[in-house]
């Protein structure tokens, strides 16, 4: 009984300090959503790249119509047995290769598309991290959570979004 009551005073003293702890700690939250959606430069950046993804997707239909016209001549020579037939079956050929290098090249998963929006968005979170700092700091916060990831329950009142907002406009005015 001895070791069960130093236990549960253990406990109790425990769980005191826990809320004494709890009680000092100042947490907000942000809807890191509503950033991306709101804030001008994320807007931008998603316009830049639908532009360059459009570019992209018009060569990349230029040069499979190409293709098909050398299939359908291909196909001409081929029945008419022509000699040029298998000139054409070559050059189909490297043009369908082209194509598969083309589209790894521009929208694979290591193409320049996506190493571009990569460079984008960190160089937009870089500066999203550096306003949350700046709110965080001088509204005294010890945490400031991203309500967006499954925050199932939060207080507007703790709702920081706003003030980061104005901290990127600030930033983004000051170059």
Same mark, same amino acid.
């Given at each position: 009984?001895?070791g069960?009551?130093?236990?549960?005073?253990?406990?109790?003293t425990?769980a005191?300090?826990?809320?004494?702890?709890?009680?000092?700690?100042?947490?907000g939250?942000?809807?890191?959503?509503?950033?991306?959606?709101?804030?001008?430069?994320?807007?931008?950046?998603e316009?830049?790249?639908q532009?360059e993804?459009?570019?992209?997707?018009?060569?990349?239909?230029?040069m499979? /119509?190409?293709?098909?016209?050398?299939?359908? $001549?291909?196909?001409?020579?081929? !029945?008419?047995? =022509?000699d040029?037939?298998? @000139?054409?079956?070559?050059?189909?050929?490297?043009?369908e290769r082209?194509?598969?290098?083309y589209q790894?090249?521009?929208?694979?998963?290591?193409?320049?598309?996506?190493?571009?929006?990569?460079?984008?968005e960190?160089?937009?979170?870089?500066?999203?991290?550096?306003?949350?700092?700046?709110v965080?700091?001088?509204?005294?916060?010890?945490?400031?959570i991203d309500?967006?990831?499954? /925050?199932?329950?939060?207080?507007?009142?703790f $709702?920081?979004t706003d003030?980061? !907002?104005?901290? =990127?406009?600030?930033?983004? @005015?000051?170059?």
């Amino acid at each position: 009984m001895n070791g069960s009551l130093r236990n549960l005073i253990f406990f109790i003293t425990f769980a005191g300090m826990i809320t004494t702890v709890s009680a000092q700690l100042k947490i907000g939250y942000i809807l890191s959503e509503r950033i991306r959606t709101e804030f001008e430069e994320f807007k931008e950046a998603e316009s830049q790249l639908q532009l360059e993804y459009r570019k992209v997707q018009f060569e990349f239909d230029q040069m499979v /119509l190409k293709m098909d016209s050398l299939k359908q $001549d291909y196909e001409v020579k081929r !029945l008419m047995a =022509l000699d040029k037939g298998e @000139s054409i079956r070559q050059e189909v050929e490297q043009m369908e290769r082209s194509i598969q290098n083309y589209q790894a090249e521009k929208i694979g998963p290591q193409g320049e598309l996506m190493r571009k929006q990569a460079q984008m968005e960190y160089e937009i979170l870089g500066k999203v991290k550096k306003a949350v700092d700046k709110v965080a700091i001088d509204g005294g916060f010890d945490y400031i959570i991203d309500a967006s990831v499954g /925050l199932l329950y939060f207080k507007s009142e703790f $709702d920081r979004t706003d003030d980061v !907002l104005h901290e =990127l406009r600030n930033l983004n @005015s000051d170059k």
